[in-house]
Each structure stands twice: as C-alpha cells, then as structure tokens.
C-alpha cells in the first residue's frame, strides 16, 4: 500500500508562485509513475503533469506547458510541482498520484480508481 499526502496548497495572487510537495509512504516508489491531477467542482479531474522513475521522462498539459514543472527526490521520496506565472483558472484541488504500470506518456488516462490518490492540496489564485 501506498499513502500519498500533499502539502504546500493556498492562496496566491494571479502571477505568482507555488510549490507544492507530495511525501509517498508505505512502499519504495523508486519504479512508480508519479504526477498530479486537479479538480475543480462539477468538472472532470484534470492531468497536470508526471514524471517516471528515474526522472528523466516528464510530460505536462497544455494548460500548464512553460509555467509548471515537476520533479521528485528520491532521497526523500517526495515529488513537487513548482507553478509559477499562476493563474485564476488554475483554482483548484491538487491530487498527487502513483501508478506502478502506467508510463509516464499516457499519465493523463489514470482514472480514480486506478493506482494511488493523495486527499489532495487546495491552490487558489485571486485575479
């Protein structure tokens, strides 16, 4: 079993900064696929970015291309998402996730009941 817990969510001002952090537990991750999705009420949760296991293969969404980045520490176990240039549509609940057996290329087709989901951080931006 695998515990996902995020940290680093709150409000920011439209142009701004945020990292967040996501500390794994429970099981070695050093093969895991890892990433964040987010979610905003009445919407379908949304990709946001992965990284695999070595870190040398990272995707992001459009919607976030040139302005979020995602990176993890294996000494630590923890995989971060810095955002910057933020933006008021990028308000939303922050899930990090962990798959075992999906690449990093097709991150974006995990669903929820698919590997492991972290609570989730909320990030809002004010315009």
């Known amino acids: 079993q695998v515990q996902l817990a995020e940290s680093g969510g709150g409000l920011a001002q439209a142009g701004g900064s945020l990292r967040l952090s996501c500390a794994a537990s429970g099981r070695t991750l050093s093969t895991y696929t890892m990433g964040w999705f987010r979610q905003t009420p009445g919407k379908e949760r949304e990709f946001v970015a992965a990284i695999n296991w070595s870190g040398g293969s990272r995707t992001v969404a459009d919607s976030v291309k040139g302005r979020f980045t995602i990176s993890r520490e294996y000494a630590t176990n923890t995989v971060y998402l810095q955002m910057d240039s933020l933006k008021p549509e990028d308000t939303a609940i922050y899930h990090c996730?962990?798959?075992?057996?999906?690449?990093?290329?097709?991150?974006?087709?995990?669903?929820?009941?698919?590997?492991?989901w972290g609570q989730g951080t909320q990030v809002t931006v004010s315009s």
């Open positions: 996730v962990a798959d075992t057996s999906r690449p990093v290329q097709i991150m974006a087709t995990m669903k929820k009941d698919d590997g492991y």
